[in-house]
């Protein structure tokens, strides 16, 4: 009753099983004609043209050339052929000749082709694992959750040499 064979058979129908859960799913598709006015978060990927006032979270976004999006949109790989007001933070975001965005984009791997509009700040991000195991989004000298660093330099009782730089330009001291 409870032989190697059985116990094989078991687990191969569990690893079965397992694999067609792992399928890739089709995209979800806000068409043309749909305004949604709420917060989209998906684990795959979501293919938008029409549009949305509210929050993005997803794998993979495509903004076609007739959609609309009002809000802030994270995701790995963002397409934008169309318009997005808001906030973009992806690893890869590549701006389209029919794209429109106003806001600022936060960014691995950043790509706009000729004819793009973009009016915001573009700042290149790096991840950092924190201690629980969490990705921190590193902007600059300054993490997501810690207060900014400042450039100015540690104070100290003794004064500035010759050629010493003091904050971001260098102090020149003469002795004549």
């Given amino acids: 009753m409870f032989s190697k064979t059985s116990k094989g058979a078991a687990e191969t129908a569990s690893n079965k099983a397992s694999e067609k859960s792992k399928k890739p799913v089709p995209p979800s598709i806000v068409s043309g004609d749909l305004h949604i006015t709420g917060d989209l978060n998906s684990e795959g990927e979501i293919q938008i043209d029409g549009a949305i006032d509210g929050d993005t979270r997803c794998k ?20 934008v052929y ?16 029919t794209a429109r965005v106003v806001g600022d984009i936060l960014h691995e791997e950043l790509s706009i082709e000729t004819g793009a509009f973009l009016e915001g700040h573009c700042k290149r991000i790096t991840d950092k ?48």
Avoid: M, W
């Fill in 60 to 79: 993979t976004l495509l903004v076609g050339e007739t959609a609309k999006v009002k809000g802030e949109i994270c995701a790995d790989f963002i397409r």
């Fill in 82 to 97: 169309g318009t997005v007001h808001g906030q973009i933070k992806a690893r890869n975001v590549h701006l389209y000749k």
């Fill in 129 to 176: 694992v924190g201690a629980a195991g969490k990705i921190n989004l590193v902007v600059g000298n300054s993490t997501k959750n810690s207060p900014p660093a400042t450039d100015t330099p540690p104070a100290t009782d003794t004064p500035p040499t010759a050629g010493e730089d003091v904050g971001n330009s260098k102090k020149i001291v003469s002795n004549s």
